[in-house]
């Protein structure tokens, strides 16, 4: 008996563990592909990105 509540919390465990991994790995793929489509938009004014007036990069 105390081995099949093991088997099943093991299973509820590790079906939880993919459950987490799928939210946070494959979530921020999804999020970084979109990111991509705005890497060349300079950002819009009080966008809060604060930038040196000096720096030329951001010229």
Excluded: Q, Y
């Excluded at 979530?27 to 009080?46: F, I, Q, R, W, Y």
Aim: hydrophobic share 55%; with cysteine; charged share 20%.
């Amino acid at each position: 008996m105390k081995f099949l509540s093991f088997c099943i919390k093991t299973v509820v465990f590790l079906i939880f563990l993919g459950w987490l991994s799928f939210k946070f790995l494959l979530a921020d793929l999804e999020t970084a592909s979109t990111a991509k489509k705005h890497v060349n938009e300079k950002p819009a004014a009080g966008s809060g990105l604060i930038v040196p007036a000096a720096d030329p990069r951001f010229r």
